[in-house]
């Protein structure tokens, strides 16, 4: 399959970097295409762990060109600081391409995102707080500073420091703090110089990959419910992680898409705020927070627990024409006597038929649970369905029928190798 596409089927953090590490074996280009340094997607190799926030996961191969593409917002402290760790441990990233059209992230996109949620008080999102929404904000308004422009670095300090003396007005005239321009313009330069190498056109990069018979992986940041158009707004972010978000992100065609895996974990987590239908506030949610050491990579917050809901898969399914499912985390449950899956929303005793338009609907509905035995086993080891207990195997076998869609790999530990192929069962 040419051209894959990796979404997140809920609400982040599924476990998406360790099914694009697998699948990166069999692709010569791993390519971002929205969100930015919210994302963190760890991968585990051995004892090596890489957290990556901008630089796509497929780095870790050698035979893996590396894209960032428009659609993505870059913060270039964090990228170089990323490249720096990343090379610190032997991996090579000058092949690292960034597209011309990427909008750059500066200083005050994280003061306005930071004033924004404070202003909001008890409504906050619960952002990451890296200037996500202030940098799209820009771009929609058409006043961003895309990666392109570092290739005149003259003009782009004048550029940069006409833009941060009018934000600093504006900053301090909405109750923030003034930026130190200077110290902006000497920090945006010094990093411009260093990006320049790895700026290019990768619409056309992209587009004669394929071409030439390259495989491409787009590895999408964020998920499905946090899109800007059909998740929970305004409890979402700014982008578009569904998977037409992936042709508007790196200028491939709808008709270049072949296959699209969404990413789910064996139950739900959320981090920020936002309604959560099967969030469980009991021992029980505590306990997959514990065993599946649900804490944010990037912002070190207690993810929000909950079992696993189809409803929100098969939703998942409709907005980004999934092909498969990844189940991922599945060796979490491992101690757990009973397990659950929702089938079903009910408002007021009634079943809804789909996934509600409104986050005040979803905010009111019941889950509808099917309860399952546990398996009271270690899955860790198993490679083949046939070794799964009988209990796990019911529990993949339930979701795959309720979501409607071919579940690929189960993934059963954290390790790189950690996973088998359920479409051998
Ligand atoms: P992403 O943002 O979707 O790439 O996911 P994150 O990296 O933020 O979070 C997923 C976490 O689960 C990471 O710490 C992974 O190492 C870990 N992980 C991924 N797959 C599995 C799995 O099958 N089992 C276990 N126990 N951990 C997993
Ligand atoms: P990965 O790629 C989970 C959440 C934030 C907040 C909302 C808006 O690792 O799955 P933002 O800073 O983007 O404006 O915050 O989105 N959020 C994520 N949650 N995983 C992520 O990325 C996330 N990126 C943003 O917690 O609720
Ligand atoms: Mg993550």
Same mark, same amino acid.
């Given at each position: 399959?040419? !051209?894959?596409?990796?979404?997140?089927?809920?609400?982040?953090?599924?476990?998406?970097?360790?099914?694009?590490?697998?699948?990166?074996?069999?692709?010569?280009?791993?390519?971002?295409?929205?969100?930015?340094?919210?994302?963190?997607?760890?991968?585990?190799?051995?004892?090596?762990?890489?957290?990556?926030?901008?630089?796509?996961?497929?780095?870790?191969?050698?035979?893996?060109?590396?894209?960032?593409?428009?659609?993505?917002?870059?913060?270039?402290? @964090?990228?170089?600081?990323?490249?720096?760790?990343?090379?610190?441990?032997?991996?090579?990233?000058?092949?690292?391409?960034?597209?011309?059209?990427?909008?750059?992230?500066?200083?005050?996109? #994280?003061?306005?995102?930071?004033?924004?949620?404070?202003?909001?008080?008890?409504?906050?999102?619960?952002?990451?707080?890296?200037?996500?929404?202030?940098?799209?904000?820009?771009?929609?308004?058409?006043?961003?500073?895309?990666?392109?422009?570092?290739?005149?670095?003259?003009?782009?300090?004048?550029?940069?420091?006409?833009?941060?003396?009018?934000?600093?007005?504006?900053?301090?005239?909405?109750?923030?703090?003034?930026?130190?321009?200077?110290?902006?313009?000497?920090?945006? @330069?010094?990093?411009?110089?260093?990006?320049?190498? $790895?700026?290019?056109? @990768?619409?056309?990069?992209?587009?004669?990959?394929?071409?030439?018979? #390259?495989?491409?992986?787009?590895?999408?940041? #964020?998920?499905?419910?946090?899109?800007?158009? $059909?998740?929970?707004?305004?409890? !979402?972010?700014?982008?578009?992680? @569904?998977?037409?978000?992936?042709?508007?992100?790196?200028?491939?065609?709808?008709?270049?898409?072949?296959?699209?895996?969404?990413?789910?974990?064996?139950?739900?987590?959320? !981090?920020?705020?936002?309604?959560?239908?099967?969030?469980?506030?009991?021992?029980?949610?505590?306990?997959?927070?514990?065993?599946?050491?649900?804490?944010?990579?990037?912002?070190?917050?207690?993810?929000?627990?909950?079992?696993?809901?189809?409803?929100?898969?098969?939703?998942?399914?409709?907005?980004?024409?999934?092909?498969?499912?990844?189940?991922?985390?599945?060796?979490?449950?491992?101690?757990?006597?009973?397990?659950?899956?929702?089938?079903?929303?009910?408002?007021?005793?009634?079943?809804?038929?789909?996934?509600?338009?409104?986050?005040?609907?979803?905010? #009111?509905?019941?889950?509808?649970?099917?309860?399952?035995?546990?398996?009271?086993?270690?899955?860790?080891?198993?490679?083949?369905?046939?070794?799964?207990?009988?209990?796990?195997?019911?529990?993949?076998?339930? !979701?795959?029928?309720?979501?409607?869609?071919?579940?690929?790999?189960?993934?059963?530990?954290?390790?790189?190798?950690?996973?088998?192929?359920?479409?051998?069962?």
């Amino acid at each position: 399959m040419p !051209v894959t596409v990796i979404v997140g089927a809920q609400w982040g953090d599924e476990g998406k970097a360790k099914v694009i590490d697998l699948l990166s074996k069999e692709h010569g280009y791993v390519v971002r295409y929205q969100g930015g340094h919210n994302a963190g997607h760890t991968v585990v190799v051995g004892d090596e762990r890489y957290a990556l926030q901008l630089v796509p996961s497929g780095i870790l191969y050698d035979h893996v060109v590396p894209v960032i593409a428009n659609g993505v917002v870059v913060d270039m402290p @964090t990228l170089f600081h990323e490249i720096d760790t990343l090379e610190r441990r032997g991996i090579g990233c000058e092949r690292l391409v960034v597209s011309s059209h990427a909008h750059l992230i500066f200083p005050w996109h #994280q003061a306005w995102d930071a004033l924004h949620e404070q202003d909001r008080g008890d409504a906050k999102i619960g952002t990451t707080l890296k200037g996500i929404g202030p940098a799209y904000a820009d771009k929609a308004r058409r006043v961003g500073i895309r990666a392109g422009e570092v290739l005149d670095p003259v003009a782009f300090a004048d550029t940069v420091r006409s833009r941060a003396e009018a934000e600093s007005r504006s900053l301090v005239a909405a109750g923030g703090e003034p930026l130190d321009v200077d110290d902006v313009v000497a920090r945006s @330069t010094e990093l411009a110089a260093r990006l320049a190498p $790895h700026v290019g056109d @990768t619409v056309n990069l992209l587009h004669d990959a394929l071409a030439a018979g #390259q495989h491409l992986l787009l590895e999408g940041a #964020q998920a499905t419910f946090l899109d800007l158009d $059909h998740g929970t707004y305004p409890y !979402v972010t700014s982008s578009n992680p @569904t998977a037409g978000g992936a042709c508007a992100g790196t200028g491939l065609g709808p008709r270049d898409i072949d296959r699209v895996v969404g990413i789910t974990k064996a139950y739900t987590t959320r !981090v920020g705020a936002g309604p959560f239908p099967t969030e469980l506030l009991d021992a029980d949610g505590d306990r997959l927070v514990e065993i599946g050491r649900e804490f944010g990579t990037v912002t070190g917050r207690r993810r929000r627990p909950g079992w696993i809901d189809c409803v929100m898969l098969r939703h998942a399914v409709r907005l980004n024409s999934l092909t498969e499912l990844a189940l991922t985390k599945l060796d979490v449950l491992d101690s757990f006597d009973t397990v659950k899956v929702c089938v079903g929303y009910r408002v007021d005793g009634r079943r809804l038929s789909g996934y509600p338009d409104r986050v005040e609907l979803l905010a #009111q509905v019941e889950p509808e649970y099917v309860e399952l035995p546990g398996w009271g086993r270690e899955l860790r080891s198993m490679r083949r369905p046939s070794e799964l207990p009988s209990a796990a195997r019911a529990f993949v076998q339930l !979701v795959e029928a309720e979501v409607g869609v071919p579940i690929g790999v189960v993934g059963v530990g954290a390790e790189r190798d950690d996973y088998l192929h359920w479409a051998a069962s």
